[in-house]
């Protein structure tokens, strides 16, 4: 029995008719960038997220990148991020010239503590040397954060809040998606992700028609849009009237093409991530140290299925060693990793994120893993023990 971590060829060999077709139709018309399959792929993600614009670009960390660029957020500004995630969260914070500020987690969820945030936001305040302006809230492992808790925080202090959904996407809490507390929420088509292409790229959504209008100019090169050119006369091509300084991010005609096929059974599969993920939890409480607890009224998409265990890195090669595959997300936490020792965290330190960074362990996780594969994992963690 060959187990596969993430099995993106059992998801291929559903769609391939339909992929193939896609990608067939696209050589066709020849519209490579930009191309009617983006336009109504954007419809559809906006569609599916409670959205009213959606805005693709060429990858996870740009779509972090975007709205900080359209609300001009810059040099004495503070963006408060967790430390316990991928680095692309944070790394977008310098790229506009701010300061990451970076925030513990709670220890069920390992979704940003709202508690801690709040201390973070008034310790910055107090000091009086940045500017707090914005909240990076992760959706870690396919789970929303708390946003009701996190949305009241940035209201009451001012700051625009983003979730950032790359593991998380269709995620939601009683029914609803990140954005109906956040400001925007940004996502990842990274192919290892609940909803990947076969490439890269990235997309926002937003339901601000000023937002939606600035982040299309950054995405080409800063291009002139609608509002710029009015009360002005512009015949030619808008990429060459540049209004502001941007970057060169767009999702290609044949990603776009592949994830609307992929789209249409997206609902499906996070029903059986799931069942895939609630099996797990069964089966494990009680024989590790800990398994997921999902926020209450939350939905995962379960990105990953993450459990804790006393000898983590001896389970990992136990199980290397029966042909099952495991990953550690994350060894280091951010804020200890040379590029950014010297950003500042909230009061305290991050005590639970170097904790958890210690014990975690992630264990094969997609739609398509069998009963047979799964009880195989199961019954080798029972073997292992505690």
Known sequence: MTIHFIDLAAQQRRLRGSIDGAVARVL????YIMGPEVREFESQLARFGNAAKALTCANGTDAIALPLMAWGIGAGDAVFCPSFTFAATAEVIPWVNATPVFVDIRPD???LDPVHLEESIEAVKKAGKLVPKAIIAVDLFGQPADYPAISEVARRHGLKLIADSAQGFGCTIDGKHPLHWADATTTSFFPAKPLGCYGDGGAVL???ELDFELMDSLRVHGKSVQSDRTGQTFEHDPKYLNMR???NSR?????AAILLEKLAIFPEEIVARNRVAARYCEELAGVVAAVPRVIDGGVSTWAQFVIEHDRRDALGAALK???IPTAVYYPVPIHMQRPYADFPCGPGGLPVSEAKSASVIALPMHPYLSEGEQQAIIDAIKKFGS
Do not use: C
Not at 251 to 255: E, H, Y
């Open 28 to 31: 066709d018309h020849g519209a």
């Open 206 to 208: 937003t339901n601000s």
């Open 251 to 255: 999702l290609d005609t044949l990603q």
């Open 109 to 111: 969820t390992y979704n």
């Open 321 to 323: 060693e029966q042909g």
């Open 245 to 247: 300084i941007g970057m």
